[in-house]
């Protein structure tokens, strides 16, 4: 954290696949940012904050909390230039990031009057997020949820569980700033295309008391409790089609649609008795029965 203050900051060690939207995260919690440029191929970026006290509270609040980015330590420190200057022809899509964040932030701004040192790290905001799945037309897992948060820090514990007929989670952070990274680029974002639609809020409770690790519940930390009431755990295989096929992409904020291996992973979950869809027993049946189908169509597919 060497140099002399400066509202542009230098951010080095960056995983190769990150976002201009998680890095502009990055300091959203302590004041406006103006300005962004990332250098991918030396995994570095220069981020500048609307003033020199909101990016002075920022280096010193990282320098006691080592910041992560995709489950990777990256470091900042002051950047030798005082503004930052861009050739926005060159850098188009950091600066139309940029542009989509900052109407977010204006609208879930402070209230007038308060300090960047009273905004910044100390509201009470919960390290815990609350999970609604809208329009869940395909199974969503523990491992799901788990793969796409962890993207934003590290996820301490995960509670799924049936609400009002809408799949619900609870999601907790070791950082209450990892909550607000993801909840700002998560919230409203689809998990599969055009359905799985995540809805994001903080929780009011700031601990989760997890007793079991299965499918329904797990904690990260205590990889020693009991799976409890006889529930297994999700089948390593299945959690495996789950994870090789999910994944986010480069556009900011936004998962991947879903494919047909995805779909194939679904199937094999509702088989298997992990999730539920209509028909389908959770005695661990596997043979799924298809009708509707098109005679000619299949009779051409089953002679490839």
């Known amino acids: 954290m060497d140099g002399a203050p400066s509202r542009v900051l230098h951010i080095r060690k960056l995983p190769g696949e990150v976002t201009e939207t998680e890095v502009i995260a990055l300091g959203l919690p302590f004041g406006k940012v103006t300005n962004i440029l990332m250098l991918k191929g030396k995994n570095q970026a220069f981020l ?43 850098n188009q899509r950091a600066q139309a990031v940029l542009q989509a964040v900052t109407a977010v932030q204006a609208t879930n701004a402070p209230i007038s009057g308060t300090t960047v040192s009273e905004s910044a790290v100390t509201p009470a905001q919960s390290p815990v997020l609350r999970i609604i799945i809208d329009n869940m037309y395909y199974p969503v897992t523990l491992d799901v949820l788990h793969q796409i948060f ?39 974002q689809n998990i599969y295309n055009a359905c799985c639609t995540l809805r994001i809020d903080f929780s009011k409770l700031v601990n989760l008391n997890v007793k079991y690790n299965n499918d329904k519940s797990r904690d990260y930390t205590r990889p020693d409790l009991p799976s409890g009431d006889g529930q297994p755990a999700l089948d390593p295989a ?42 389908v027993s959770a005695g661990g049946n596997t043979v799924l029965l298809v009708s509707n189908l098109n005679e000619e169509v299949f009779m051409v597919m089953c002679s490839v």
């Open 48 to 90: 500048e904050l609307a003033t020199e006290e909101a990016a002075i509270t920022m280096v010193n609040y990282y320098s006691a909390v080592t910041p992560h980015l995709r489950n990777q330590p990256i470091y900042i420190q002051y950047s030798n230039h005082k503004e930052l200057k861009t050739d926005n022809t060159l």
């Open 150 to 188: 962890s993207k934003f820090g590290a996820v301490l514990k995960i509670i799924t569980f049936t609400k009002n007929n809408q799949f619900q989670a609870l999601l907790q952070y070791g950082d209450p700033v990892n909550a607000q990274q993801a909840k700002l680029a998560l919230d409203g």
């Open 238 to 279: 299945i959690a495996a089609a789950f994870a090789k096929e999910t994944s986010l992409l480069a556009v900011p904020g936004a998962l991947s649609p879903l494919a047909i291996p995805n779909a194939a992973a679904a199937a094999a979950a509702a088989a298997a008795g992990r999730v539920g869809m209509p028909g």
